[in-house]
Nanobody, 125 residues
Framework: QVQLVESGGGLVQAGGSLRLSCAAS????????VGWFRQAPGKEREFVAA????????FYRDSVKGRFTISRDNAKDTVYLQMNSLAPEDTAVYSC??????????????????WGQGTQVTVSS
């Protein structure tokens, strides 16, 4: 069973940057895609970004395009989410997730089998 551990969250002022990390416990070749999701208080969990382990194809929700960058380091079994130009509406618990098969829609929460515990990102205005 894959275990995922996120790190890098914290408190930052609007306009600032953070880099989140998601370390996987197993060799990445077994996993098709890693996604980052976030959940703000009182809201549904939503897709943020995803990357495929093998090719490195990336996908983003519209509101973070141009500000967030997802990347992976296969040698370290780690996926990163670089977040720039952060805004108060980016405040949420950010979680990474992965799945070991090809899925039809990587933006869906239900597409993923394994989840990390999450890391809090708070952006002050």
């Amino acid at each position: 069973q894959v275990q995922l551990v996120e790190s890098g969250g914290g408190l930052v002022q609007a306009g600032g940057s953070l880099r989140l990390s998601c370390a996987a416990s197993e060799r990445t070749y077994r996993n098709y895609v890693v996604g980052w999701f976030r959940q703000a208080p009182g809201k549904e969990r939503e897709f943020v970004a995803a990357v495929t382990w093998s090719v490195g194809s990336t996908f983003y929700r519209d509101s973070v395009k141009g500000r967030f960058t997802i990347s992976r380091d296969n040698a370290k079994d780690t996926v990163y989410l670089q977040m720039n130009s952060l805004a108060p509406e980016d405040t949420a618990v950010y979680s990474c997730a992965t799945v070991s098969k090809i899925v039809s829609d990587y933006k869906l929460v239900d597409s993923y089998d394994y989840w990390g515990q999450g890391t809090q990102v708070t952006v002050s205005s």
